[in-house]
């Protein structure tokens, strides 16, 4: 697996970002209803400027990007999830992979995002992304 590849777990599809021995960070790709709802919320949150708004500005539900991927055009990819113990066998299924922007987009939100985990940002940043 490589950073951007798309993999279906269940019924659900994801990005996948990163893995240490121990957990596999992906980002989950809701479909384009709850996707439009997300984005509509924070562009919400983001719009009240008052001191109070910050904490909930820095919340995890905001740590996504609106794909333009062909296949994925209108969802987001929410990376604000922990990373999780799956089974790796559990990923063989991959379906797709991440165009070359929103490769770039994600990991450049994930590298400065400080509502993610230091461990997350630093496996990131190493990650060389590379046009197709």
Known sequence: MRFGDIVKYRVEEYVYLVQTDEIIYL??????????????????????????????????????VVL???????????????????????????????????????KGEIEIDTAMSEELRRLVKDITIEEA
Request: aromatic content about 10%; some cysteine.
């Open 68 to 106: 333009s991927t062909e296949k994925f055009k209108n969802r987001i990819a929410h990376y604000g999830q922990p990373g999780i113990d799956y089974d790796p066998e559990d990923f063989m299924d991959k379906i797709g992979v991440l165009d070359f922007e929103d490769q770039k987009k994600i």
């Open 27 to 64: 980002a989950k790709i809701p479909n384009v209803a709850l996707s439009e709802q997300l984005t509509s919320l924070r562009k919400k949150v983001y719009t009240l400027g008052s001191k109070e708004m910050v904490p909930v500005q820095e919340h995890r539900s905001w740590c996504f």
